[in-house]
T-cell receptor
């Protein structure tokens, strides 16, 4: 099946710094990518939908200036957590829907665990 | 508001038995429903999709039913194995290409 790669798989940073997480579709072109965050023992909460070549659509309550999303190519989307604080510590997961896909199946990355000290 | 509910209590089951998980939703009219498996510290993996006009879907030892009148989906793992131990998430979507909304997941533990 399709492969989505996420990097880094974990990152520890100091409060106030910015962290970039990359999400790549390795063997298919992803016109749409989704970014989720997940707190321990909770479900995935959709943060934003990014479409290649256009601005991301953010879910209600998600700060656009805090979580910058760029989807510059059909195989790469990035999430930058700006001025990270301890409350931003979470598991961030990206997913992609392939070009021409009509099944709605999402291919997920392995996730990136962010710890802000 | 939209609500997707899965049993938050872990399901402990003996190897070889059938595990049955429920996914109930309210204030929602999904076009399709999906089930995913998630292992600790990993991203979810797609298992099955069932559309609103389908009653049942099977894949190997997995079976999913979808009752739009009851607003419920049942997910069955037959002849369960310890390797089936994981958290299972249901997700609903309104149209192909649209975003998915996930339930809270149910953890399954299959004991040998």
């Amino acid at each position: 099946g399709a492969v989505v790669s996420q990097h880094p798989s974990w990152v520890i940073c100091k409060s106030g710094t910015s962290v970039k997480i990359e999400c790549r579709s390795l063997d298919f072109q992803a016109t749409t990518m989704f970014w989720y965050r997940q707190f321990p023992k909770q479900s995935l909460m959709l943060m934003a939908t990014s479409n290649e070549g256009s601005k991301a659509t953010y879910e209600q309550g998600v700060e656009k200036d805090k979580f910058l999303i760029n989807h510059a190519s059909l195989t790469l989307s990035t999430l930058t957590v700006t001025s990270a604080h301890p409350e931003d510590s979470s598991f961030y997961i990206c997913s992609a829907r392939g070009q021409g896909s009509n099944t709605g199946e999402l291919f997920f990355g392995e996730g990136s665990r962010l710890t802000v000290l | 508001s939209q609500k997707i509910e899965q049993n938050s209590e872990a399901l402990n089951i003996q190897e070889g038995k059938t595990a049955t998980l429920t996914c109930n939703y309210t204030n929602y009219s999904p076009a399709y429903l999906q089930w995913y498996r998630q292992d600790p510290g990993r991203g979810p993996v797609f298992l099955l999709l069932i559309r609103e006009n389908e009653k049942e879907k099977r894949k190997e030892r997995l079976k999913v039913t979808f009752d739009t009148t009851l607003k419920q989906s049942l997910f069955h793992i037959t002849a369960s194995q310890p390797a089936d131990s994981a958290t299972y998430l249901c997700a609903l979507g309104k149209a192909a290409g649209n975003k998915l909304t996930f339930g809270g997941g149910t953890r399954v533990l299959v004991k040998p």
